[in-house]
Every structure is written in C-alpha cells, then in structure tokens.
Nanobody, 128 residues
C-alpha cells in the first residue's frame, strides 16, 4: 500500500511563497511520476505540475510556469512544490499524487486519471 502525506500549506499574502512537501511510503513504492493537483471550492481538481521519478523531467500547467517549481528527493521519497509570486487564484487544496504507469511523454502525467495514489491534501490560501 502506498501512502502520500502532504504538508506545508497555510495562509500567505499575495506575492509570497510557500513550499509544499509530499512524503511517499510503501514497501514496494516505485512510481514512474509524481504530480501536484489542486482543487478550489466548487471547481474541478486541476493539474499543476508533474515530475518523473527517475529523470526529474518536469511539466507544468501554463498558469504556474515561472512561479512554481516541482522537485524530487529520491533518497527521502519526497516531492516538493516551491510556490512563489502567489496569487489569490492559487488558493485551493493541493494534492500530491503518484503514478505507477510509464508514459513516454511527461505531459501525459497531467491527466488526473493516470494517478492511482493520492494524498489527503493541504490547504493553501492566498490573501489579496
């Protein structure tokens, strides 16, 4: 069984920064990629960023490019999402996810249904 636990959410003013962490555990945990998604109230859960476990190749949704950075520490089984220049529209519950399926293109990991494992989420609130 794979468990994902997020942390690092909170309240921040617009223009500020936060770093989210996601620790993965499980005896046979060998993901192909990790992703971050977010869900604002009354909206669908949307893709934010993904990273391949082995190559660290990344992919971002256009709205966060240049502001967010996804990274991975394989030794710690931890994925990070460094968020800078935060905007009120970034307010959402942020979810970490793991995919065990190989796709040749990193962009394929922007699809929610390609992730089998999900964390419980961490709230990020950006005030104006």
């Amino acid at each position: 069984q794979v468990q994902l636990v997020e942390s690092g959410g909170g309240l921040v003013q617009a223009g500020g920064s936060l770093r989210l962490s996601c620790v993965a555990s499980g005896r046979t945990f060998r993901p192909q990629a990790m992703g971050w998604f977010r869900q604002a109230p009354e909206k669908e859960r949307e893709f934010v960023a993904a990273i391949r476990w082995s190559s660290s190749d990344t992919y971002y949704v256009d709205s966060v490019k240049g502001r967010f950075i996804i990274s991975i520490d394989n030794a710690k089984n931890t994925v990070y999402l460094q968020m800078s220049s935060l905007k009120p529209e970034d307010t959402a519950v942020y979810y970490c996810a793991a995919s065990a399926i190989y796709y040749s293109s990193t962009t394929a990991y922007s699809v929610r249904g390609r992730y089998a494992y999900w964390g419980q989420g961490t709230q990020v609130t950006v005030s104006s």
